[in-house]
């Protein structure tokens, strides 16, 4: 069984830029979790998507936002870049919501 | 306001003893803990999970204890090998809503086992 992929490995951006970030979910897993991660803050919580609705959501700004296509891929849109958001974003995903989740190895982002 | 706290930055074991990592939590409604371990440049896996009717759960070297009153819990490795090295994270969720709330976690602690 194939397990999370998150595409791009890699990117970088200049300020003020906009970024798309791609995450594949296990096949039957139909909840998608996002979570941002920087040096000495732990995983921050995102949100999450269950069958295409966001279900839940973390303490960030508008500018981060994502969605889910009807078979459980996600995409995470990060407008207007600032140079706090250099970060390591992870998708997780999972057959309902939180139990355990499934990390893929995520994308990490530079902005410069 | 961190909710789940891992004090321990790092934490450095000699091959073949114990690891002690803990971990401390302020909502009382908590009622589902993980351990994740992760090494650099890969996303974090899942080690062992315990739900707050038990107070303890074992996994091969793994052993997870929850205490409730005292809002703590700690991974055991025993016996910890060269390869344990890695970042683990400590995690928890409530149920609510007839779910199973997002996981919060802590910061993580970083463990060096030298041969």
């Given at each position: 069984k194939?397990?999370v992929?998150?595409?791009p490995?890699?990117?970088?951006k200049?300020?003020?830029?906009?970024?798309?970030?791609?995450?594949?979910p296990?096949?039957?897993?139909?909840?998608?979790?996002?979570?941002q991660?920087?040096?000495g803050?732990?995983?921050?919580?995102?949100?999450?998507?269950?069958?295409?609705?966001?279900?839940n959501?973390?303490?960030?700004?508008?500018?981060?936002?994502?969605?889910?296509?009807?078979?459980?891929?996600?995409?995470?849109?990060?407008?207007?870049?600032?140079?706090?958001?250099?970060a390591?974003?992870?998708?997780?995903?999972?057959?309902?919501?939180?139990?355990?989740l499934?990390?893929?190895?995520?994308?990490?982002?530079?902005?410069? | 306001?961190?909710?789940?706290?891992?004090?321990?930055?790092?934490?450095?074991v000699?091959?073949?003893?114990?690891?002690?990592?803990?971990?401390?939590?302020?909502?009382s409604?908590?009622?589902?803990?993980l351990?994740?371990?992760k090494y650099?440049?890969?996303?974090?896996?899942?080690?062992?999970?315990?739900?707050?009717?038990?107070?303890k759960?074992?996994?091969?070297?793994?052993?997870?204890?929850?205490?409730?009153?005292?809002?703590?819990?700690?991974?055991?490795i025993?016996?910890s090998?060269?390869?344990d090295?890695?970042?683990y994270?400590?995690?928890?969720?409530?149920?609510?809503?007839?779910?199973?709330g997002?996981?919060?976690?802590?910061?993580?602690?970083?463990?060096s086992?030298?041969?």
């Amino acid at each position: 069984k194939a397990g999370v992929t998150q595409t791009p490995r890699y990117l970088i951006k200049t300020r003020g830029q906009q970024v798309t970030l791609s995450c594949s979910p296990i096949s039957g897993h139909r909840s998608v979790s996002w979570y941002q991660q920087t040096p000495g803050q732990g995983l921050q919580f995102l949100f999450e998507y269950f069958s295409e609705t966001q279900r839940n959501k973390g303490n960030f700004p508008g500018r981060f936002s994502g969605r889910q296509f009807s078979n459980s891929r996600s995409e995470m849109n990060v407008s207007t870049l600032e140079l706090g958001d250099s970060a390591l974003y992870l998708c997780a995903s999972s057959v309902r919501g939180h139990e355990k989740l499934f990390f893929g190895s995520g994308t990490q982002l530079s902005v410069l | 306001d961190q909710q789940v706290k891992q004090n321990s930055p790092s934490l450095s074991v000699q091959e073949g003893r114990i690891s002690i990592l803990n971990c401390d939590y302020t909502n009382s409604m908590f009622d589902y803990f993980l351990w994740y371990k992760k090494y650099p440049a890969e996303g974090p896996t899942f080690l062992i999970s315990i739900s707050s009717i038990k107070d303890k759960n074992e996994d091969g070297r793994f052993t997870v204890f929850l205490n409730k009153s005292a809002k703590h819990l700690s991974l055991h490795i025993v016996p910890s090998q060269p390869g344990d090295s890695a970042v683990y994270f400590c995690a928890a969720s409530a149920y609510y809503g007839g779910s199973q709330g997002n996981l919060i976690f802590g910061k993580g602690t970083k463990l060096s086992v030298k041969p």
